[in-house]
């Protein structure tokens, strides 16, 4: 009787970007992921002839609150993080032409109220630049008032959305 002998594929690697961080990588054997998007939004840029591609996990606005902060955490503030994000995905070989920007988060997860709008401001803040430096998102699932986990996949740019309670779809 012949013996079957079945090859798996290796187990993807997960780089995991924290809260206030981003992680840009060209490494096509691995997923970007980022945990419990509340208010925060992630954000993921990618090159998907080069199969390179950056998530950003950004907690607030605008850096004009703390300026000292938004030169030492620059990755907490959209306006100072999100360049850096384009930046090292340019310095890895990603060509500015084929980039594809997508989005989750934006929640009013603990402010049901309605008295901070950060989950609001921080999408208003993440369009205008990326109106302003002439972008557009592709897909996003922002608002509500749900946490999600977001993953893109390097290799082809998938990314799937993961809410508590919820089956994973992509956007």
Same mark, same amino acid.
């Given at each position: %009787? /012949? =013996?079957t002998?079945w090859?798996? /594929? $290796?187990?993807?690697?997960s780089?995991?970007?924290?809260? &206030?961080? %981003?992680?840009?990588?060209?490494? &096509?054997?691995?997923? #970007? ?5 509340g208010s925060?939004?992630g954000?993921?840029?990618?090159? $998907?002839?080069?199969? =390179? ?5 950004? %907690?607030? $606005?605008?850096? *004009?609150?703390?300026s000292?902060?938004?030169?030492? !955490? /620059?990755?907490?503030? %959209?306006?100072?993080? #999100? $360049?850096?994000l ?12 084929? =980039?594809?920007?997508? &989005? ?8 049901? +109220? +309605? ?5 609001e401001?921080? =999408? ?6 990326? !109106?302003?430096? +002439? ?12 946490s999600? *986990? #977001? ?9 799937s959305?993961?809410?508590p +309670?919820? !089956?994973?779809?992509?956007?």
């Open positions: %009787m /012949p =013996i002998t090859v798996l /594929p $290796p187990p993807k690697k780089l995991v970007v924290g809260v &206030a961080d %981003m992680v840009a990588s060209n490494d &096509a054997g691995a997923d #970007l992921v980022t945990y419990s998007l925060c939004l954000i993921t840029v990618h090159d $998907p002839v080069k199969k =390179i591609g950056g998530l950003f996990h950004v %907690m607030l $606005p605008d850096s *004009t609150i703390d000292a902060k938004g030169v030492s !955490t /620059p990755y907490k503030f %959209m306006d100072t993080g #999100l $360049p850096r384009f930046q090292a995905v340019y310095s890895l070989g990603g060509d500015r032409r084929r =980039i594809v920007v997508k &989005a989750a988060g934006g929640a009013q997860f603990l402010d049901q +109220g +309605g008295i901070f709008n950060i989950g401001r921080n =999408i208003a803040a993440l369009k205008n630049l990326l !109106t302003r430096n +002439g972008w557009s998102l592709q897909s996003e699932d922002v608002g509500g008032v749900v999600r *986990t #977001l993953r893109m996949e390097l290799s082809t740019g998938k990314v959305i993961s809410r +309670g919820t !089956t994973t779809y992509y956007l």
